[in-house]
């Protein structure tokens, strides 16, 4: 069947969620809440189906069609050649994205509908308006046919970012918790925007359809004086250094934990949609420019393997049920870009697209819970929920099955696809895959032990919730338990689509990374056995995991978790205050920087702006001022006065005679030529012989001598009128 | 013979009497008339010249656009001395030093 999908709506999917940000951003509060949720929730609804033809129509198209292209119109010429279009491209890299953005999006959307009820109608509007322009930068992201498309986008998700995490903005905490996300990402987008020119300078191009084929502009070496680095790794290790910023990777993952002071529908649009998943689909899109540079690629790997654990470590010890999830999240994205690293980018945007399902569940789900417990989070006060919220806890269970890699599971699939690239995948290093695969197996150990542990401290053993709060349990509306149970199913199914060997996710993705196919491969050949070896490493990592968990806080309840806390205070405490990466930030760059504007304060703005500029222009003024005021006396006489004395002054100036000539040399003798007044006679000395020419006083300005002059010669003029005399004398040669 | 020096002579005499009455008299309608001496002394000036440089017109023809600016000057100078005359009951200059700085 072909299906009619038409170039042209590409630009509606961004278009429908722009449109609803647009209205409900301006009308949103004089509409009400039943109208605004129909226009946010629809818009994205109808770009998902929309998403869905697209995919619909690039798979029915055939071997040949491997993207749909439009351009909306011309952006701006650069050089006559280079020209920025806003064009919008969908591969098929793209079409997954588009249907995670837009699927797990409307979900989100949904959510919200009920979870953001209590707020007012100005509020609701806005949370509305802003989701739908998260959505929308989002989908410009994916959708970008050049750099700067995806860099507008970038920027925008960055924004959208800042206005939701701060939405309750009267709350200073969660304010400056939005302005962290910015600014940190802020940081990233310069890395970005680097490498962005570095390509430019090098290829002539930003376009993605024409890039592939310039890559080989990119391998001649930049000379740094001890060190060179090809345009390649330098261009990738500036845009990785952006990715580190919007998927929160080390060493700029700090805004992500802090973006839990946005509503939670928020976090999870954040940590599972959209935002976090952006660097990296970067990664995967450029991926014909990363396999260009090993060293970058590995540079990748490491940075997302040591993510992986690192946040892992925190999650550990963590008490509020969001910031569990929020470092679950830093350290999820880790594995991805091992996955990108290691030249697996469909495992990569694999688990993108699963962690999407899982983390979402999860996110939304543990609003279920705080909505439930009247804004409760901490996970201490909870336990024993798994008979109150019933769909929520089944729901939740399911997704912590699949982050943790429960055999089955979407997050078995995709996170056993990254550990084996991982380990079977070649690198610049030959140590790199055994340190990136340590690294990611110690992570899932971690992983299934803090995510069990949050999970049966939220829903199992004994009741610790306040018998107030319980009494008055919010039950969860439909349209919260709806996208639950969706989300869990597709965690629990999703995998079925990338079964190693027979992955329909890795053949749909085949026609994007063919072409770094033959850069990126297996070190050698694994037997199936050394394979099948792996995935039971890995579901041992996973039972070692939760079944510790699982003795710990149930059989034991927390016991061993409390004396082994007690047993290292020192340890628990640097966990719990996650590392102090925060303060040691805070130490070297907010302090510093702090400092330097405090000195230039004080230096600049009040002495040299303050002081020098503004007073002292106005006591300038000031003091002319107090001069001048005194000839304006305001009285007409006074005036009358100065003009006649003016009028005096300019008569005496133009009848006075004032000398002046002009002298050249013409055929040998000397012409002058004198400037004419009022009743002026003129006398001339043109031999320099002190006795006058041409017999005196004459009325003629002009004079020509009458003998041939030679050598050097002094010209004098009188003049005379009768209101006085002047002279002047000019030498001539 | 009488010239064009006893004119221009005359006319300065004229003028310089309009200035020092100008400058001197506190009386704003008198120095409203010493400016119209000064204009006519120098509308003399314009009318004597053109009686012995008569190759043009110039001088009259100035002369006459004198007459309608003096014209003009008095009735906007009689209007300013009579509201000045209803806000201060006073013709004398000294008094009007409302915008001193």
């Not at chain 1, 707020?119 to 989908?139: H, I, K, P, Q, V």
């Not at chain 1, 990233?188 to 290829?203: E, K, P, T, V």
């Not at chain 1, 890559?215 to 390649?232: M, R």
């Not at chain 1, 700090?254 to 998943?277: F, K, Q, R, Y």
């Given at each position: 069947?072909?299906?009619?999908f038409?170039?042209?709506m ?7 969620p ?45 071997e ?43 979900l989100?959307h ?23 322009l ?15 498309v ?9 924004l ?9 903005f009267k ?5 400056s ?23 430019f300078?090098?290829?002539?191009t ?16 930049v ?6 680095l ?5 261009a990738?290790?500036c845009l990785l250094?952006?990715?580190t ?9 700090v ?13 999870a ?22 396999v ?7 540079l ?5 393997a ?16 969001k ?28 688990h993108?697209?699963t ?11 543990a ?10 989070q ?5 336990g ?19 982050i943790a890699?429960?055999p089955?599971t979407?997050?078995f ?13 070649g ?13 990611c197996?110690?992570g ?17 053993g004994?009741s ?15 349209a ?9 199913a597709l965690a629990?199914?999703?995998g ?23 850069f ?34 149930v059989?034991?309840d ?14 628990y405490?640097?966990?719990s205050?996650?590392?102090?990466v ?11 920087l702090g ?6 304060f004080?230096?600049?703005?009040r002495?040299?702006i303050d ?18 005021r ?6 007409v006489?006074t ?8 009028l ?6 133009v ?10 040399i ?5 012409r ?9 006679e003129?006398?001339?000395?043109l031999?320099?012989d002190r006795?006058t ?6 009325p003629?300005?002009?004079a ?23 002279d002047t ?5 | ?11 300065g005499v ?10 001197t ?5 008198v ?8 204009l ?35 009735a ?14 006073t ?6 030093d409302a915008m001193r700085?």
């Amino acid at each position: 069947m072909e299906l009619a999908f038409d170039p042209w709506m590409l630009g509606l999917i961004p278009a429908l969620p722009a449109a609803g940000a647009l209205v409900n951003g301006l009308f949103g509060k004089h509409l009400g809440k039943q109208a605004v949720s129909m226009l946010g929730v629809g818009s994205v609804a109808m770009a998902f189906l929309l998403s869905l033809l697209a995919l619909l129509g690039l798979a029915s198209g055939g071997e040949e069609t491997t993207s749909i292209s439009w351009t909306a119109w011309e952006w701006f010429r650069i050089t006559p050649e280079a020209m920025l279009r806003v064009g919008l491209l969908c591969d098929h890299l793209s079409a997954v994205m588009l249907l995670v953005v837009t699927g797990v999006g409307s979900l989100i959307h949904l959510y919200s509908t009920a979870y953001m009820h209590e707020e007012d109608d100005a509020g609701y509007a806005r949370y509305f308006a802003y989701l739908n322009l998260f959505t929308f930068s989002m989908l410009v992201l994916v959708l970008g046919d050049s750099l700067p498309v995806l860099f507008v986008g970038w920027e925008g998700v960055g924004l959208c970012s800042y206005l939701l995490i701060g939405f309750w903005f009267k709350d200073t905490a969660n304010a400056s918790a939005g302005k962290k996300a910015f600014i940190v990402n802020r940081v990233g987008d310069f890395g970005f925007l680097l490498g962005m020119l570095f390509i430019f300078r090098a290829a002539g191009t930003f376009d993605f359809a024409v890039l592939p084929a310039r890559t080989e502009y990119l391998t001649h070496a930049v000379d740094f004086g001890f060190f060179d680095l090809s345009v390649a790794t330098l261009a990738c290790v500036c845009l990785l250094v952006g990715a580190t910023g919007k998927s929160a990777q080390i060493p700029l993952y700090v805004w992500l934990p802090d973006a839990m002071a946005g509503p939670t529908p928020v976090s999870a649009l954040i940590h599972a949609a959209t935002m976090v998943t952006a660097g990296v689909y970067m990664v995967a899109r450029l991926h014909f420019l990363f396999v260009m540079s090993p060293a970058a690629m590995a540079l990748v790997a490491l940075v997302g393997a040591a993510t992986a654990v690192f946040a892992a470590t925190i999650a550990l010890v963590q008490n509020d049920i969001k910031k569990v999830l929020a470092y679950s999240t830093v350290s999820q994205l880790g594995y991805m870009f091992v996955g990108v690293g290691v030249g697996a980018f469909d495992a990569g945007v694999f688990h993108l697209v699963t962690h999407a399902f899982f983390k979402a569940c999860l996110f939304l789900g543990a609003g279920a819970v705080i909505h439930a417990l009247h804004g409760e989070q901490d996970i201490r006060k909870m336990g024993g929920l798994a008979p109150h919220l019933k769909w929520t806890r089944l729901t939740f269970l399911a997704s912590t099955a699949a982050i943790a890699g429960f055999p089955g599971t979407a997050g078995f699939f995709s996170k056993d696809e990254i550990l084996w690239k991982a380990y079977a995948s070649g690198a610049a290093y030959a140590w790199v895959p055994y340190a990136v695969y340590i690294l990611c197996l110690v992570g899932a150990v971690l992983t299934a032990f803090y995510m069990t542990r949050l999970y049966l401290l939220t829903f199992e053993g004994k009741s610790r919730v306040d018998p107030h709060v319980l009494e008055h349990l919010h039950r969860p509306a439909p349209a919260m338990e709806v996208p639950l149970q969706i989300l869990a199913a597709l965690a629990l199914t999703a995998g079925l689509v990338g079964i190693p060997h027979h992955s329909l996710f890795e053949h749909w993705l085949h026609p994007v990374f063919e072409s770094s196919a033959s850069f990126v491969g297996l070190r050698h050949e694994f037997t199936i056995g050394t394979e099948l070896g792996f995935m039971v490493l890995s579901v041992l990592a996973l039972s070692i995991g939760a079944f510790t968990a699982y003795t710990w806080y149930v059989k034991e309840d927390g016991r061993p978790a409390a004396d082994l806390a007690a047993r290292y205070p020192r340890a628990y405490e640097l966990l719990s205050a996650r590392w102090r990466v925060d303060e040691l930030y805070d130490r070297i760059v907010v302090r510093p920087l702090g400092t330097v504007a405090r000195v230039s304060f004080e230096l600049f703005d009040r002495i040299v702006i303050d002081t020098v500029l503004v007073h002292g222009t106005a006591a300038v003024v000031r003091f002319t001022g107090a001069v001048v005021r005194g000839i304006q006396t305001g009285a007409v006489h006074t005036y009358s006065f100065f003009m006649v004395l003016g009028l005096a002054w300019t008569i005496w100036a133009v009848t006075t005679p004032e000398a002046h000539f002009t002298a050249e040399i013409q055929d040998g003798r000397v012409r002058v030529q004198a400037s004419r007044g009022p009743g002026y006679e003129y006398r001339w000395d043109l031999d320099g012989d002190r006795q006058t020419n041409f017999g005196g006083w004459t009325p003629n300005p002009q004079a020509t001598s009458s003998t041939e002059v030679r050598g050097v010669h002094r010209l004098r003029l009188e003049v005379r009128s009768p209101w006085g005399t002047d002279d002047t004398e000019q030498e001539i040669r | 013979m009488i010239g064009l020096g006893h004119y221009l002579a005359l006319s300065g005499v004229l003028f310089t009497i309009g200035a020092i009455g100008f400058t001197t008299r506190r009386n704003v309608l008198v120095a409203l008339m010493s400016i119209e001496i000064m204009l006519n002394a120098v509308n003399l000036a314009f009318v004597a010249a053109n009686r012995f440089r008569p190759e043009n017109h110039a001088g009259q023809t100035i002369a006459f656009f004198t007459i309608a600016i003096a014209a003009a000057e008095a009735a906007v100078g009689l209007a300013i001395v009579v509201s000045l005359f209803r806000v201060k009951k006073t013709v004398r200059s000294d008094e009007a030093d409302a915008m001193r700085g």
